[in-house]
C-alpha cells in the first residue's frame, strides 16, 4: 500500500481506528465533534480539508495529512474442519493404513475420532497428524455414540451404521437432539436398515439396525437433502463400501453445495469417483466434464462466486443423480488445507479495524466455498443496494452478516433458512445479539435486513453454545469497547485459537 491509498478493508464507515486518533489530537478536541465521513476520506487521501466549528467559520488546514498504514498483519488459520472429518471416516473405510497430515484437532474431530474408536477403527497420534489402520469390519459398540454438537460427525456416523455387525445408537447433546435429519433417516431405511426414533421426530438419539444382507439391498435410493447437505455427502462417503455401490437420486434441491463438492473431492483423494447427471440426461462416464469426480465438472471459481453473491442457482430441470460404483477407498496420504470458514474471522477483523491482512496457509485453488468471503467484504465496500444469496454459504453468513452492521446503507442476506438447525438458531441469536448493541434491523425466516447505524457495547452477548456465534460477537468488541461475551469456550469446536488471533487486532 502506498502512503495515502484508503487501507484495504476501510470504508466510509469503517474508519474508527483514524477517526479515534484525530480526535483525541488537539485539532480533534477544539472541534469537539467526530470528523465527517468526508473529511476522514480526504484526510486519507492526502488532500486539504476544510473542517467547520457549529457557530463558526470554516477552519481549514494549512498542510497536508497523509495515513501512514500500520503493518500487515498476517494470519495462519486452522486447516478445514469439513475435510478433516471427510478424511477420517475415508480412511476409516479403506483396508489399510492411511494417513492424515494437519487434520483440525478441535471439539467435533475429538468427537468423530471418539466414534469412530467405538466402530471398531484404529487411529492414532502421529507428529504431523493422525494415522487410520481402517477397512475392518465395522463393530456394534457397546454405548451410543456421543457426538455432542457435531452435526457432519452426527450425519457421518448415522450413515456408517449401515455397515456396522449390530445396532448403533448416535446420540448427542439437547442442541443435537434438535437437529433433524428425516431424508437420511428415509434413505437408510429405503436401504434395509431398521431405524428406531428415540427423541423428537428424525433428531438424535436413533438406533440404527443395519440389514443382516447388505448384497440384497437395492442398488438405488431417492434422497431428500433439503434440510442439510450433510445427508448426502454422509450417503456418498458408504456408498463405495456397499456391495452394489449406489445411485442417489436428489428429491428437489438442497443448501450448501460446496460442502458436497468438498466431499466427492475427498472421495478421489481415496480413489472413488462420483459420477453425476440429471437423471432425464444421457448417462456420463465417471471423470468425464459431466462427472463431479473430475477436476473439469466443478466449475470456475468465478462461476460459482457469481451465483453466490448475485442470487440463488438456477433451479435444475431435472432431478440430479449422483453414481458411485462399489469397490473402494483405498488407504492413502492426505494433505488437509486451511480452512476458508476459519479464514472469515480474521479478513472481518481487517475489515473493521482497518488493518490489512494476510491469510497464509489458504490454497487458491480450493473447493472450499467458503473462499469467496474476500469478495463479499467488496460488495459490502460498495454502495447499496446489497442482496446477497447465502445458501451455499451458510457459515460464513454470520461473519458476513457482522460486518454489515459497519457498512454504508442496507444490506440483504438471504437463503439461509437453514441456519435455525444449527447449532442453536443462529438467525434468532445474531438479531438477539444485535440488536442488545442497538442494531436496527429486520429478522426474516431465511434471512436478515441490516440497516447500519451507530452502537454501542455496553451489552452482555450469549452465544448460546455456538463457536460461530461467539466469534461474530467477539469481532463485534474490536469496534464496541466494553462488550462482554457470556461465553467464549465454545469457540474450540472449530478455531481453538480464535482468541489469540483477535488479539492481533487489539489497538
Do not use: W
Not at 453414481?323 to 475489515?351: M, N, Q, W
Not at 443496494?385 to 454459504?393: I, S
Not at 454470520?398 to 446503507?409: Q, R
Request: neutral net charge; contains cysteine; charged residues 20%.
Amino acid at each position: 500500500m502506498l502512503d495515502g491509498e484508503r487501507p484495504s478493508g476501510m470504508n466510509e464507515c469503517q474508519q474508527g481506528a483514524l477517526e479515534v486518533g484525530l480526535e483525541a489530537t488537539p485539532l480533534g478536541r477544539a472541534l469537539g465533534q467526530p470528523i465527517g465521513t468526508e473529511q476522514r476520506l480526504g484526510l486519507l487521501a492526502g488532500e486539504p480539508v476544510a473542517l467547520h466549528r457549529v457557530g463558526h467559520g470554516p477552519l481549514v488546514l494549512p498542510h497536508r495529512l497523509r495515513y501512514t498504514p500500520r503493518a500487515m498483519i498476517e494470519v495462519s488459520v486452522p486447516t478445514s474442519k469439513s475435510l478433516t472429518q471427510r478424511a477420517m471416516v475415508l480412511a476409516a473405510l479403506a483396508p489399510g493404513r492411511s494417513l492424515i497430515v494437519d487434520p483440525l484437532r478441535c471439539d467435533d474431530s475429538k468427537a468423530l475420532r471418539g466414534a469412530l474408536a467405538s466402530l471398531g477403527v484404529k487411529i492414532e497420534d502421529t507428529p504431523d497428524g493422525f494415522s487410520v489402520l481402517g477397512g475392518g469390519p465395522l463393530l456394534a459398540p457397546r454405548a451410543p455414540l456421543d457426538l455432542v454438537n457435531a452435526g457432519t460427525a452426527t450425519r457421518f456416523c448415522t450413515a456408517l451404521s449401515l455397515l456396522a455387525s449390530g445396532p448403533v445408537t448416535v446420540d448427542g447433546n439437547q442442541a443435537m437432539r434438535h437437529r433433524p435429519m428425516p431424508g437420511l433417516l428415509d434413505a437408510l431405511r429405503a436401504l434395509g436398515a431398521r431405524v428406531r426414533e428415540h427423541g423428537e421426530p428424525a433428531c438424535p438419539p436413533i438406533t440404527v439396525v443395519p440389514p443382516a444382507d447388505l448384497s440384497r439391498a437395492p442398488d438405488s435410493v431417492v434422497l431428500d437433502a433439503a434440510g442439510s447437505s450433510q445427508q448426502l455427502s454422509a450417503l456418498l462417503l458408504v456408498a463405495p463400501r456397499l456391495p452394489r455401490g449406489l445411485v442417489l437420486e436428489l428429491a428437489g434441491s438442497f443448501p450448501s453445495r460446496p460442502y458436497v463438492d468438498l466431499t466427492i473431492e475427498a472421495m478421489a483423494d481415496f480413489g472413488v469417483a462420483v459420477d453425476t447427471s440429471q437423471s432425464s440426461a444421457t448417462d456420463d462416464a465417471p471423470g468425464s466434464p459431466g462427472s463431479r469426480g473430475s477436476p473439469g465438472s466443478r466449475g470456475s471459481p468465478g462461476s460459482e462466486r457469481a451465483a453466490s453473491t448475485a442470487g440463488p442457482p438456477p433451479a435444475a430441470s431435472s432431478p440430479e443423480v449422483f453414481r458411485v460404483a462399489p469397490g473402494g477407498p483405498s488407504p492413502t496420504r492426505v494433505v488437509i488445507e486451511g480452512d476458508h470458514s476459519s479464514a472469515s474471522y480474521p479478513l472481518a477483523a481487517g475489515f473493521l479495524t482497518g488493518r490489512r491482512v494476510r491469510v497464509t496457509n489458504l490454497r487458491p485453488s480450493s473447493r472450499q466455498g467458503d473462499r469467496i468471503f474476500p469478495d463479499l467484504l467488496d460488495r459490502l465496500r460498495r454502495p447499496p443496494p446489497r442482496v446477497f444469496h447465502l445458501g451455499d454459504t451458510p457459515d460464513i453468513a454470520p461473519t458476513l452478516a457482522t460486518c454489515a452492521l459497519f457498512a454504508s446503507g442496507e444490506s440483504r442476506l438471504e437463503g439461509l433458512a437453514h441456519l435455525r438447525i444449527k447449532e442453536c438458531d443462529r438467525l434468532a441469536v445474531l438479531s438477539e445479539g444485535f440488536r442488545r448493541v442497538g442494531a436496527d434491523l429486520d429478522e426474516l425466516p431465511g434471512g436478515l435486513v441490516i440497516r447500519p447505524r451507530p452502537l454501542h457495547g455496553e451489552a452482555r452477548l450469549d452465544p448460546a453454545d455456538d463457536h460461530r456465534m461467539a466469534m461474530c460477537f467477539a469481532l463485534l468488541g474490536l469496534r464496541l469497547p466494553g462488550l462482554r461475551l457470556a461465553d467464549k469456550s465454545c469457540v474450540t469446536k472449530s478455531y481453538p485459537t480464535f482468541f489469540e488471533m483477535l488479539d492481533l487486532f487489539a489497538p
